[in-house]
């Protein structure tokens, strides 16, 4: 069940990726190491947090982006 939610993530990722362009590679880099260190800070799972920072992030340069084209 983990192993189907985090491939549709990263394909859904890999489209916005390729859509936007490179605000959203950035974001994703950015969140996915945002939420790593906020996850172990908490003593929670760093993969977890991870991607989610890092779907949090893409999506927030996409829409940087887009906005800014």
């Not at 945002?34 to 992030?57: C, E, F, S």
């Amino acid at each position: 069940m983990m192993r189907r939610i985090s491939t549709q993530m990263v394909a859904l990722s890999l489209c916005a990726v390729t859509a936007a362009g490179c605000g959203t590679l950035v974001g994703g880099a950015g969140g996915a190491a945002a939420g790593a260190g906020a996850a172990a800070a908490m003593d929670k799972d760093v993969g977890k947090g991870a991607l989610i920072g890092a779907g949090i992030g893409a999506a927030a340069g996409a829409i940087y982006d887009i906005t800014k084209k």
